[in-house]
């Protein structure tokens, strides 16, 4: 019987990276699980499943507290995941992600953060500054506060939102550079977005020659993780300098060359023979 392999919001061409496997592709907001007598059960309207391997690429969804309790459901359960659930759970939330690379020894852009009724006011610095809430991602939960003006406006709907806020200061940059390692290899990209969100509505992007000092920075993040891939976002100031700005545990792969799938699928391969 050939193992089962679990795509947890994955791209629909994994298949064929798994041939001796079945392959079944999942959505973690309509999953449910089941660890029983040591085996690990995904179960959604069409099938109950027992998994082998898990291969995580949830990216950009609804944040959602259930979402970290699977991560620990995978952990107890021991099954094959890559990334390894134990480095998923530590960049999970936004929070945690941050409190890892300074953990690391990172050199992660300046931030503040406030959580509580109307505490965000006390964090405001003078603009213009950035202002991430909570968890999202894909641009998701983020405002450029250009004005005092703006900042009024601004905190009003924050309050609203129930949640934490990180401000940072904002970064006239010339580019966003992606620097992404799959174990001991690296790739990275030069990307230019339509606004001032980095990697949002990317117009142009370019594989480029890493960055020496990206690198260094990319191969701590991934050893410190114990992870099998990572990637950290990167702008770089008009002064030429590159500033951290997050890592990325699930990061998308669109517009990398072939051989990043095909090395990222061989991750899980070589989990699942141990």
Not at 55 to 69: E, L, N, S, Y
């Amino acid at each position: 019987m050939r193992p089962t392999i679990a795509v947890i919001n994955g791209e629909q061409y994994w298949q064929s990276y798994f041939p001796d496997c079945e392959v079944v592709p999942r959505r973690l907001q309509d999953a449910a699980w089941v660890l029983r007598d040591g085996e690990l059960w995904c179960l959604n309207r069409e099938a109950a499943t027992r998994i082998d391997g898990v291969f995580w690429r949830v990216g950009a969804i609804r944040p959602d507290p259930r979402h970290r309790t699977v991560l620990d459901v995978l952990r107890l359960s021991g099954v094959p995941c890559v990334n390894p659930a134990s480095a998923l759970a530590r960049c999970q939330d936004r929070l945690s992600m941050l409190a890892e690379l300074r953990a690391a020894g990172l050199p992660v852009i300046p931030f503040d953060v406030a959580l509580g009724d109307d505490m965000v006011r006390r964090i405001a610095r003078p603009a213009p500054f950035v202002v991430k809430v909570g968890n999202h991602h894909g641009g998701y939960g983020k405002a450029l506060v250009r004005s005092e003006a703006e900042w009024f406006e601004v905190a009003d709907l924050l309050f609203a939102a129930n949640d934490y806020a990180v401000i940072e200061p904002y970064i006239d940059y010339r580019r966003d550079v992606r620097c992404l390692a799959i174990r001991d290899r690296y790739w990275a990209m030069a990307r230019e977005g339509a606004g001032w969100k980095a990697n949002v509505q990317t117009r142009k992007h370019q594989v480029i020659d890493p960055p020496e000092a990206l690198v260094g920075y990319t191969q701590r993040a991934l050893e410190h993780l114990g992870a099998d891939i990572v990637a950290l976002d990167f702008l770089e100031t008009q002064e030429g300098e590159f500033v951290l700005l997050e890592c990325n545990d699930t990061p998308g792969l669109s517009g990398f060359p072939e051989v990043l799938r095909e090395e990222l699928a061989e991750c899980l391969r070589e989990r699942m023979r141990r």
